[in-house]
Every structure is written in structure tokens, then in C-alpha cells.
């Protein structure tokens, strides 16, 4: 018995395996429901597609399932592969350039910040390289940044200086000489550095007129203070 | 307690976890093989293309991108392997399985009806289909894949799917018919 026209009964014919096979969406199954209710025509067309679905599992699931020699042969052939974590010549610039990709703009500004304490990590590094103290035998006594302090700064009088961008390591090696200064610790946040002015502790007023005459070479200081 | 999906199994596999592709291969390789056995019908061929289905998964697994069912995945690879071995075959020899399939002297008709065992003559026929037809009635029968997914792994339009997939039942009743056995449709 016909009870819908002919195109919409072809849709729902052409449906019916995958409703025998249940993977239709819900809409759709509603649909054939519907369908095989109202039409017998087309109920005992679905008995035939439940039988050929039956069968076909039927078929295949006696066509058994393949011998140990495929994994073997699997695993055989990911052995030969290359390994996964090889090293490769390190591109710097890529390596960066990738993980930044994934960063918040908030973890990039921490990351900037920590690039730029690296950098001046490494100018202080340089600076105890090239300076050293006076009157040590060796004239670039090296000191790591995250080394004690007070063990290298026994008593004397001392000062916190920072030094402008544009100042050359002979520049700051001048300076201390003239001074009769060596670094001592450092760098510390904004780039500053506790140097000894005097091996012994300075009346406060010798101290404050020192500091005042290094103020006063602004090319090489841009921020100088007495310390204990 | 709750198996790893297949999904979360090829991510581990992308970072190279050995592991990972073992308890994958033991999920789906005998059906992936059962798929390629229909489609070669030679049981060492589809051994050795299992292999190469799963090998193709290792190297391929970071670029998976999720959008279709790993089953459905393997299933498309497994489909173009099987295929790529089957154009390496001439075609004479397709032809004689496919015929010898059907002239089986011992299920001419009218023995196969003393025997009254309509489902065997159906299986037979069922095996007697050509690749395409066969392919398209296990996708959906077997593997239980929708009209969307079997169209994502043989590459060709839903509604082409749909068509393809009458055409193989229509082929499959003439075959039934042909062995005597009249199902009044189509």
C-alpha cells in the first residue's frame, strides 16, 4: 500500500540499511519508524535487509582473523622507523619562535621580563670578568651573580650604582679605577651593583662626597647611592 | 573503569608510545583485516597490508585531526591499500574468483533449495558481489558505518553512498534469484 509519494518512499527505502544497522541519526530513524508503520510494502522490504544484514555479519565473522605475523610484521617495521626524539642541528630562532606561539600575552611579558634580568645577569658577569677587585693578584676575579655577598664585601664602605646603556666595559673599567672601586655584587633588580668605594668604613661625609663626584659622570652613571 | 578511547590512544601514539599501538591494533585489526580479506580475498596479502595499515597509523597518527572515528580512519587507509594491491593484479584473475564463486557445481540451484538453507546461498552470493558492491554492504552491515562515514572513506557524495548501496542489494537479489532463490524484489 502506497502511502507517500513516490520520491519520499525512495528516500525511505534507500535508508533502510542503515536503520537495520542502527546508525542512523534520530530524526531519520523516526522517519523510517514512521514509514514501515504505515507502509507493509515497505516492512517486508525491511525483513529482507535484516536478513542480508545478518548474514553478511555471519559471513565475516567466519572469516577468522589473521595469524601472530601481522603484529610481528607491524612492530618489525616500527623499529625500523626512525626514532621519534631525534636530534636534530638546533635552530635557536625557530625553537623560540614556535613556543612564543604558544604563550599568553601575560606569560610573554614574565618571559620578557626574565629575558631582560638574563641579559644584565650576563653584564654583570662580564663586568666581574673584566673588572675584578683592586689589589687582587688577578685582575678578573670571577664571581657568579647568585654567589654570597657579605663573604666578598667584608667591612669597608660600599655603594649601589648602576651604569647607563651606553657605557663600554673600558668606560666602566676607568671609572672604578678612578674611583678606586671594584663590583662586588651584582646585578641586583634595575640593573644595579654594590661596589666597594674604601676598604674601610668612611666617616658618612667622605662617603656622601665620593658618591657625589661619581653622580657627576653622568656618561658612565645613572644612579649611584651610598650603602652599608 | 573506563577504556582509553581510540582518540586519546593516537595522541600517545604521535609521541611515539609503543604501548599505545598495541592496545589499538588489538581493538580493531581483525576487522580491519576481515575488510581488506573481502576486498583481496587472499588471507597473506591481507596480513601484510593489516601491517602496512597500522604502520601508515604510526607514522600518521600526529597529523590526525579527530573530525571522523578512528575506526573510519583505519578503514579509509585500509580501503586504499587494499585497492593499490588490487591494481597490481590483473584483472583475469578478479574475474575468475568472482565467477568461481558463483558456478559452485555442488550449489547449483535446485540443490542448494533441497537443502533449504537460504542463508548460505545468500552468504554465497554476498561473495559472489563485485568489490564495490561488497566493499559498500560490509562498510554498512558490518562495520556499522553511517551514510556520512561511509562516504568519508570510499571518497565519493552521500547520496552516491545511498545509490551505491541499493544498486548492491538490487545485484545481490538477482544473484539470490539467479541461485533459485526469488526474494519478489526488486
Not at chain 1, 645577569?121 to 688577578?138: F, R, V
Not at chain 2, 591481507?46 to 575506526?71: C, H, N, P, T, Y
Given at each position: 500500500?502506497?502511502?507517500?509519494?513516490?520520491?519520499?518512499?525512495?528516500?525511505?527505502?534507500?535508508?533502510?540499511?542503515?536503520?537495520?544497522?542502527?546508525?542512523?541519526?534520530?530524526?531519520?530513524?523516526?522517519?523510517?519508524?514512521?514509514?514501515?508503520?504505515?507502509?507493509?510494502?515497505?516492512?517486508?522490504?525491511?525483513?529482507?535487509?535484516?536478513?542480508?544484514?545478518?548474514?553478511?555479519?555471519?559471513?565475516?565473522?567466519?572469516?577468522?582473523?589473521?595469524?601472530?605475523?601481522?603484529?610481528?610484521?607491524?612492530?618489525?617495521?616500527?623499529?625500523?622507523?626512525?626514532?621519534?626524539?631525534?636530534?636534530?642541528?638546533?635552530?635557536?630562532?625557530?625553537?623560540?619562535?614556535?613556543?612564543?606561539?604558544?604563550?599568553?600575552?601575560?606569560?610573554?611579558?614574565?618571559?620578557?621580563?626574565?629575558?631582560?634580568?638574563?641579559?644584565?645577569?650576563?653584564?654583570?658577569?662580564?663586568?666581574?670578568?673584566?673588572?675584578?677587585?683592586?689589589?687582587?693578584?688577578?685582575?678578573?676575579?670571577?664571581?657568579?651573580?647568585?654567589?654570597?655577598?657579605?663573604?666578598?664585601?667584608?667591612?669597608?664602605?660600599?655603594?649601589?650604582?648602576g651604569f647607563t646603556a651606553q657605557a663600554s666595559a673600558a668606560d666602566v673599567t676607568k671609572f672604578l679605577e678612578a674611583h678606586k672601586a671594584a663590583i662586588v655584587d651584582g646585578p641586583k633588580p634595575g640593573g644595579l651593583y654594590r661596589i666597594r668605594i674604601a676598604q674601610a668604613a668612611l666617616p658618612k661625609s667622605d662617603l656622601a662626597a665620593i658618591v657625589k663626584q661619581m653622580q657627576d659622570d653622568t656618561k658612565i652613571v645613572r644612579f649611584v647611592a651610598a650603602t652599608e | 573503569m573506563q577504556a582509553t578511547s581510540d582518540e586519546a590512544l593516537i595522541g600517545r601514539i604521535a609521541t611515539g608510545d609503543k604501548v599505545a599501538m598495541q592496545v589499538l591494533f588489538a581493538r580493531h585489526h581483525v576487522r580491519v583485516y576481515r575488510f581488506v580479506l573481502r576486498l583481496v580475498r587472499d588471507q597473506t596479502k591481507a596480513e601484510d597490508l593489516i601491517s602496512e595499515v597500522f604502520l601508515d597509523v604510526w607514522r600518521q597518527a600526529g597529523k590526525f585531526e579527530a573530525r571522523s572515528a578512528v575506526s573510519t580512519w583505519l578503514l579509509a587507509i585500509a580501503r586504499y591499500k587494499a585497492l593499490s594491491a588490487l591494481r597490481r593484479r590483473p584483472d583475469e584473475e578478479l574475474d575468475d574468483e568472482a565467477a568461481a564463486a558463483i558456478e559452485d557445481p555442488g550449489d547449483d540451484p535446485e540443490v542448494a533449495l533441497e537443502k533449504k538453507d537460504k542463508g548460505e546461498i545468500l552468504r554465497k552470493c554476498l561473495t559472489a558481489l563485485s568489490p564495490e558492491h561488497r566493499e559498500i554492504i560490509d562498510l554498512v552491515y558490518y562495520h556499522e558505518k553511517s551514510v556520512e562515514e561511509v562516504a568519508e572513506i570510499v571518497g565519493i557524495p552521500e547520496n552516491t553512498v545511498k545509490t551505491r548501496m541499493f544498486y548492491a542489494r538490487k545485484r545481490l537479489s538477482e544473484l539470490l534469484k539467479a541461485a533459485g532463490v526469488d526474494r519478489g524484489w526488486p
Amino acid at each position: 500500500m502506497m502511502t507517500r509519494n513516490q520520491t519520499e518512499r525512495e528516500e525511505i527505502e534507500a535508508l533502510l540499511p542503515w536503520h537495520a544497522a542502527g546508525t542512523l541519526s534520530r530524526r531519520d530513524a523516526q522517519r523510517v519508524e514512521t514509514a514501515l508503520e504505515e507502509d507493509r510494502d515497505l516492512a517486508r522490504q525491511f525483513d529482507l535487509v535484516r536478513e542480508e544484514l545478518g548474514e553478511t555479519i555471519h559471513l565475516n565473522e567466519t572469516l577468522g582473523a589473521p595469524s601472530a605475523r601481522a603484529m610481528e610484521k607491524l612492530f618489525a617495521g616500527i623499529e625500523a622507523e626512525p626514532k621519534r626524539r631525534q636530534r636534530r642541528s638546533f635552530d635557536l630562532a625557530a625553537f623560540i619562535g614556535e613556543r612564543l606561539t604558544l604563550f599568553s600575552p601575560r606569560t610573554l611579558a614574565w618571559s620578557a621580563t626574565a629575558a631582560v634580568l638574563a641579559i644584565v645577569l650576563q653584564g654583570g658577569l662580564l663586568a666581574g670578568l673584566y673588572l675584578g677587585e683592586p689589589g687582587s693578584e688577578s685582575p678578573a676575579a670571577f664571581r657568579t651573580a647568585s654567589a654570597p655577598t657579605r663573604s666578598f664585601a667584608p667591612a669597608g664602605s660600599y655603594a649601589l650604582i648602576g651604569f647607563t646603556a651606553q657605557a663600554s666595559a673600558a668606560d666602566v673599567t676607568k671609572f672604578l679605577e678612578a674611583h678606586k672601586a671594584a663590583i662586588v655584587d651584582g646585578p641586583k633588580p634595575g640593573g644595579l651593583y654594590r661596589i666597594r668605594i674604601a676598604q674601610a668604613a668612611l666617616p658618612k661625609s667622605d662617603l656622601a662626597a665620593i658618591v657625589k663626584q661619581m653622580q657627576d659622570d653622568t656618561k658612565i652613571v645613572r644612579f649611584v647611592a651610598a650603602t652599608e | 573503569m573506563q577504556a582509553t578511547s581510540d582518540e586519546a590512544l593516537i595522541g600517545r601514539i604521535a609521541t611515539g608510545d609503543k604501548v599505545a599501538m598495541q592496545v589499538l591494533f588489538a581493538r580493531h585489526h581483525v576487522r580491519v583485516y576481515r575488510f581488506v580479506l573481502r576486498l583481496v580475498r587472499d588471507q597473506t596479502k591481507a596480513e601484510d597490508l593489516i601491517s602496512e595499515v597500522f604502520l601508515d597509523v604510526w607514522r600518521q597518527a600526529g597529523k590526525f585531526e579527530a573530525r571522523s572515528a578512528v575506526s573510519t580512519w583505519l578503514l579509509a587507509i585500509a580501503r586504499y591499500k587494499a585497492l593499490s594491491a588490487l591494481r597490481r593484479r590483473p584483472d583475469e584473475e578478479l574475474d575468475d574468483e568472482a565467477a568461481a564463486a558463483i558456478e559452485d557445481p555442488g550449489d547449483d540451484p535446485e540443490v542448494a533449495l533441497e537443502k533449504k538453507d537460504k542463508g548460505e546461498i545468500l552468504r554465497k552470493c554476498l561473495t559472489a558481489l563485485s568489490p564495490e558492491h561488497r566493499e559498500i554492504i560490509d562498510l554498512v552491515y558490518y562495520h556499522e558505518k553511517s551514510v556520512e562515514e561511509v562516504a568519508e572513506i570510499v571518497g565519493i557524495p552521500e547520496n552516491t553512498v545511498k545509490t551505491r548501496m541499493f544498486y548492491a542489494r538490487k545485484r545481490l537479489s538477482e544473484l539470490l534469484k539467479a541461485a533459485g532463490v526469488d526474494r519478489g524484489w526488486p
